[in-house]
């Protein structure tokens, strides 16, 4: 895993705009691979960051990046709360339920579709994904919409210009700590 990687697939992360990423690095070696999110823990972890392998397979990991505080915030809303505790999660504890759904990646054959939750979906939309998959949607970016989809397009620009500016940064030099926002800056 290298920071280039970070930076192109968890940038709206990084800049604090949204509470998290999911992405794939190459894994040759699980051991290296592990060693490189410690690592970048230590890096990032005063940043409000934590980073942690969720899966291991065909020689790919599964990696999920995130800012606790701006998460525990999202899990908190009473529709995420609900969706949650529906599937069994315990909703008291953002650690508890992040590890949940870590267990959950690893042993379910289905990708878990209250992933959205943890990647900072509005309710609305991952609640609409997982009664109704790709009918009634009104528009498809980052994710699924079935609420407000101007408001979503909004954010898909916002975090697309964001992953533009944080690669073009990168290229010119400036590091993954640098590019990491020390807070977050979500706006409603």
């Not at 051991?31 to 999110?37: A, D, G, V």
């Not at 998460?71 to 009473?78: C, F, G, R, S």
């Not at 900072?120 to 790709?134: A, K, L, N, S």
Request: glycine share 6%.
């Amino acid at each position: 895993m290298t920071d280039r990687e970070v930076v192109t697939y968890c940038a709206p992360t990084l800049a604090g705009l949204k509470p998290a990423s999911l992405f794939t690095t190459l894994c040759v070696s699980e051991r290296e691979t592990r060693s490189e999110i410690c690592r970048m823990n230590r890096q990032l972890c005063d940043k409000g960051i934590r980073i942690i392998p969720l899966r291991c397979h065909k020689g790919r990991m599964l990696i999920y990046l995130y800012r606790p505080q701006m998460l525990q915030k999202d899990i908190k809303d009473e529709n995420a709360v609900r969706l949650l505790k529906e599937r069994g999660y315990r909703t008291d504890n953002t650690d508890v339920c992040v590890a949940q759904l870590a267990a959950r990646v690893r042993k379910e054959a289905e990708f878990p579709h209250e992933i959205g939750l943890f990647l900072g979906y509005p309710p609305e939309d991952v609640e609409g994904f997982i009664c109704h998959r790709d009918e009634d949607c009104k528009c498809v970016g980052c994710w699924r919409v079935y609420g407000d989809a101007d408001k979503a397009r909004k954010q898909f620009d916002r975090y697309d210009r964001c992953t533009d500016i944080y690669c073009r940064q990168f290229s010119l030099g400036k590091t993954l700590q640098e590019l990491t926002a020390d807070r977050y800056f979500r706006q409603s």
